[in-house]
Nanobody
Framework: QVQLVESGGGSVQAGDSLRLSCAAS????????MGWFRQAPGKEREFVAS????????YYTSSVKGRFTFSRDNAKNTVYLQMNVLKPEDTAVYYC????????????????????WGQGTQVTVSS
């Protein structure tokens, strides 16, 4: 069974950058598509980005496209979310997710398309 642990969250000013990490254990994630989601207070958890098994393909929600970069290092069993030019509306708990069944695509955007989740890491962006 895959376990996921996110890290790298924090409190920053608008325009700053953060890099989130999600370390997997229990099984290699090299064969699985991965995703990042976020949940702001009082809102539903929403899709942020997804990545293919190899890392060669990524998909982003429109609000973060051009600012966030999703990458993975399968040798380290870790995925990353580089977040640049952060905005107050990016404030949320960020969750890493893994789809531990066959994934021929990479643009999985629904919560129900992932079956393993991390505990989340808080990102707070002040203006």
């Amino acid at each position: 069974q895959v376990q996921l642990v996110e890290s790298g969250g924090g409190s920053v000013q608008a325009g700053d950058s953060l890099r989130l990490s999600c370390a997997a254990s229990g099984r290699t994630i090299a064969n699985y598509a991965m995703g990042w989601f976020r949940q702001a207070p009082g809102k539903e958890r929403e899709f942020v980005a997804s990545i293919s098994r190899s890392g060669g393909s990524t998909y982003y929600t429109s609000s973060v496209k051009g600012r966030f970069t999703f990458s993975r290092d399968n040798a380290k069993n870790t995925v990353y979310l580089q977040m640049n030019v952060l905005k107050p509306e990016d404030t949320a708990v960020y969750y890493c997710a893994c789809r531990t069944y066959y994934s021929s695509n990479y643009d999985y955007t629904d919560n129900n398309e992932y079956d393993v989740w991390g505990q989340g890491t808080q990102v707070t962006v002040s203006s």
